[in-house]
T-cell receptor, first 115, second 113 residues
Framework: GEEVAQTPKHLVRGEGQKAKLYCAPI?????VFWYQQVLKNEFKFLIS????????ETGMPKERFSAKCLPNSPCSLEIQATKLEDSAVYFC?????????????FGDGTRLSIL | GQQVMQIPQYQHVQEGEDFTTYCNSS?????IQWYKQRPGGHPVFLIQ?????EVKKQKRLTFQFGEAKKNSSLHITATQTTDVGTYFC?????????????FGKGTRLSVIA
């Protein structure tokens, strides 16, 4: 598609439950990025993929967060044993490549609320 | 690690007034991007600056990249209510390609009609 599609738009989970978010990048884009935006507007980079391969995971909390981009499937971000502090909007973005001048196209985000 | 500081955090202006947001990096950047996020929306790419001292204009918006490639600014002339939103700069450190993109905390612009 021509837009980054994220599902669901809203997700509510009780503390300790699992949360799984999905992202379909723009067709033809090789790179996918996940960001976490908390209430103060601050964006935190989590992880990026080049096709199905992890490109950079320096921002990824190791213990409870995992992500995948499998062929012919939406990318996913999964949080195990959610905590209150995981409440945030999670944005996915995609780009054609990583060369200069390549903008990242963002989806509408998934608002995750942990109760 | 690399940090990108952005000031001011908030700016309230009367419609017609000018607005500027500033972005400073702790490390030299290979490029800097600017995004606009409307309330409740997602970031939308505005522009990318790559060259030292580069200046680009988009209608009422003027973007500058510092000579040392450590700072950048976005200036809006004669603001309109449609300019409302949060403006983020996002930089890439030299040698890392286009990832990770380190975002500033944004400047939230309010325009009073």
């Amino acid at each position: 598609g021509e837009e980054v599609a994220q599902t669901p738009k809203h997700l509510v989970r009780g503390e300790g439950q699992k949360a799984k978010l999905y992202c379909a990048p723009i067709k033809g884009h090789s790179y996918v990025f996940w960001y976490q935006q908390v209430l103060k507007n601050e964006f935190k980079f989590l992880i990026s993929f080049q096709n199905e391969n992890v490109f950079d995971e320096t921002g990824m909390p190791k213990e409870r967060f995992s992500a995948k981009c499998l062929p012919n499937s939406p990318c996913s971000l999964e949080i195990q044993a959610t905590k209150l502090e995981d409440s945030a909007v999670y944005f996915c973005a995609s780009s054609q490549s990583t060369g200069p001048g390549q903008p990242q196209h963002f989806g509408d985000g998934t608002r995750l609320s942990i109760l | 690690g690399q940090q990108v500081m952005q000031i001011p955090q908030y700016q309230h202006v009367q419609e017609g007034e000018d607005f500027t947001t500033y972005c400073n990096s702790s490390t030299t950047l290979s490029n800097i991007q600017w995004y606009k996020q409307r309330p409740g929306g997602h970031p939308v790419f505005l522009i990318q600056l790559v060259k030292s001292g580069e200046v680009k204009k988009q209608k009422r918006l003027t973007f500058q990249f510092g000579e040392a490639k450590k700072n950048s600014s976005l200036h809006i002339t004669a603001t309109q209510t449609t300019d409302v939103g949060t403006y983020f700069c996002a930089g890439t450190r030299i040698g890392s390609g286009n990832t990770p993109l380190v975002f500033g905390k944004g400047t939230r612009l309010s325009v009073i009609a």
